[in-house]
């Protein structure tokens, strides 16, 4: 079956009296035992598992084509879960651009049991070299956080491949929708489902999705369900009601984004625009091998410095100046005072998150708060 149709069906896990028509909302904490002492209901107590949880996995792991998901209260969450479950001592290999939330938990709660190499991913010739007795794991982020660069996923599989190590994937950026790495080769997927899964900024979320079951998998879930960071029923809930119309929202992010793009590519008090779908952006053959859309996110270099881009975040007024991205409603800001101090982000960066108002009313505001 295709996306739009998983998302609609794949997330129905319902065993009721009522004859509901979508799965209702199962707050239980915990549930009832056999005479036998068994679970014929199939759950327990709900951190371990849940209905409403136990689908949102299941559509999550048929939207990514791969065996199993395990869902989590944050994207933080989901990537950690996966540090957590690697051998102390272990070498990683993870993008130089990789999202600064997990550069800086790999840089504090991990720097005395992970070794890292942050490195620049698009050289794929360069990888090998990188690679070392303890390494276990090369992460890739595509397209990147905030410079939209792309990584060829693929072309690293067949690396982590000939190396017996795991290949993860933070495809954030791209939602189940545009591009399914788990198909391209990679060993597990991850999303911060409080991006575009999500897609209406009320729910915090993330997951993990393997292609297949095996050791490193099963200390995943007992991470999940031991360690216990995982999401309520109701966030689990509310996102599987945003999958369904997950698709039709890409479509929308992808025809903004790509206008939003041209428009600002042309724009003389812009510099730069990053954006995969542009054929100026350096791995735009890479994106459109590996990704069905290019999606919603583009940075752009303002002319000047950090008061030029401040001065347009500013300015805007249908654009809300705010940090994350995936919802309905377009956000913009000036990335390199999100990212504090010790970013490497430039100075003069605005990163836009294009939502899924009518374009015309998009660029109307930039213009303005551009001229
Ligand atoms: C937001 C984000 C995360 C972290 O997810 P949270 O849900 O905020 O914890 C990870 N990776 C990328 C690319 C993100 O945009």
């Not at 939207?63 to 395990?70: H, Q, S």
């Not at 495809?171 to 591009?179: D, G, H, V």
Request: with cysteine; aromatic share 6%; proline share 4%.
């Amino acid at each position: 079956m295709k996306s739009e149709t998983i998302a609609i069906h794949a997330g129905n896990l319902y065993r009721s009296s009522t004859n509901d028509v979508t799965q209702p909302l199962n707050l239980s904490t915990t549930f009832l035992r056999d005479a036998d002492g068994g679970y014929s209901g199939g759950h327990m107590y709900s951190r371990v598992s849940n209905p409403n949880r136990s689908a949102l996995e299941n559509i999550l792991a048929e939207l990514e084509k791969g065996a199993e998901a395990c869902a989590f209260s944050s994207g933080n969450t989901a990537g950690m879960s996966l540090f957590q479950a690697l051998k102390p001592g272990s070498h990683i290999i993870a993008p130089d651009d990789m999202y600064w939330g997990f550069k800086k938990q790999l840089q504090s709660i991990f720097a005395d049991t992970l070794e890292i190499d942050f490195i620049d991913l698009t050289d794929v010739a360069g990888i090998s070299s990188y690679i070392k007795e303890n390494t276990v794991l090369i992460w890739i982020e595509t397209p990147s956080n905030p410079l939209l660069k792309i990584t060829d996923v693929a072309a690293i599989a067949k690396i982590a491949k000939a190396n017996r190590l795991v290949l993860a994937c933070d495809s954030t950026f791209a939602s189940p929708c545009l591009q399914n790495p788990i198909a391209l080769g990679a060993d597990i997927v991850m999303h911060s489902s409080t991006k575009y899964i999500g897609g209406h900024s009320d729910v915090l979320g993330g997951v993990l999705i393997t292609a297949a079951k095996n050791e490193l998998w099963d200390k995943i879930r007992n991470i999940q369900q031991v360690g216990g960071a995982v999401p309520s029923p109701f966030d689990c809930f509310l996102l599987i009601r945003s999958i369904k119309t997950l698709a039709y929202r890409m479509r929308g992010h992808c025809d903004n984004g790509m206008a939003l793009a041209l428009y600002l590519e042309k724009h003389p008090k812009i510099d730069a625009v990053y954006y995969p779908g542009l054929p100026a952006h350096p791995q735009y053959e890479i994106a459109k091998a590996q990704m069905s859309g290019f999606g919603g996110m583009l940075s752009v270099l303002v002319k000047g410095g950090a008061d030029e881009a401040r001065a347009v975040v500013n300015k805007v007024k249908l654009f809300a100046q705010a940090t994350s991205l995936g919802g309905v409603e377009s956000l913009i800001e000036h990335r390199a005072s999100v990212e504090g101090p010790d970013t490497k982000t430039p100075q003069n960066l605005i990163r836009i998150s294009v939502g899924l108002e009518h374009i015309d009313d998009l660029i109307a505001d930039i213009d303005q708060a551009l001229n």
